[in-house]
């Protein structure tokens, strides 16, 4: 069950510490209902051995140097690498909404980007349960784009996983994914729990970030 929460959309919407009027909630809640009904979640999931040679983390045909995602991983023998999307229909809205109708197409935006979140939340947490069946604790989820793990991993992200032909993931020259609301991230797994490490909003740099939760 993906739980798609209002509070979510309206951060991705901008309000921070407003809440939205009665017209723009009724829009929301139509808008929403839209897209929860045309999505198609997809995923895909695969384990793969880590690395750590010297200052770079190995991960098949992946060789990062990140201070920020080797911080996350310290300790860490194997990682899942997971890629999911609500699919293309929210694309289909968005475009639709453009030709009439202007505030429709950031309140789609906003609930796509929640639910894909939401999405990725709830396979997260599968992978949580099944590495921790196999005697494994898993890490915060760390994405191509946060802190200083290059977008250009993307690239081979979406080859280790087959994205294309596994979830209908594609990148685009500028390695933006489409459907656009899609995520991919990498998820840390060792056999000893460890103290909370910093994810999400906390680990990226950009402090004026609109979207920033509060940190």
């Not at 099944?130 to 802190?147: A, D, E, H, I, K």
């Not at 103290?195 to 909003?201: F, N, Q, V, W």
Request: charged share 20%.
């Amino acid at each position: 069950m993906i739980e798609l929460k209002n509070s979510e959309i309206q951060r991705y919407l901008g309000y921070q510490k407003i809440q939205p009027d009665k017209q723009i909630n009724t829009l929301i809640e139509r808008c929403k209902k839209n897209v929860i009904q045309r999505s198609t979640p997809r995923k895909s999931v695969r384990v793969f051995p880590l690395i750590f040679q010297e200052d770079t983390l190995v991960i098949e045909t992946m060789h990062i140097q990140s201070k920020s995602l080797y911080r996350n991983l310290a300790g860490c023998d194997k990682v899942c690498l997971m890629g999911v999307t609500i699919g293309p229909a929210i694309d289909q809205l968005i475009r639709r909404a453009e030709i009439s109708h202007m505030v429709e197409v950031a309140i789609y935006q906003a609930i796509g980007a929640a639910y894909a979140e939401a999405w990725a939340d709830t396979v997260n947490q599968e992978i949580k349960e099944t590495m921790l069946g196999q005697g494994y604790y898993c890490r915060p989820r760390f994405s191509p784009g946060y802190g200083d793990f290059d977008l250009s991993f993307q690239t081979q992200f979406s080859q280790l996983l087959d994205l294309p032909h596994t979830t209908g993931i594609t990148l685009t020259d500028t390695l933006l994914m489409m459907p656009s609301k899609s995520v991919t991230a990498l998820i840390g797994c060792s056999t000893k729990e460890e103290p909370c490490i910093l994810a999400g909003c906390e680990v990226c740099e950009k402090t004026n970030c609109s979207f920033r939760r509060n940190t």
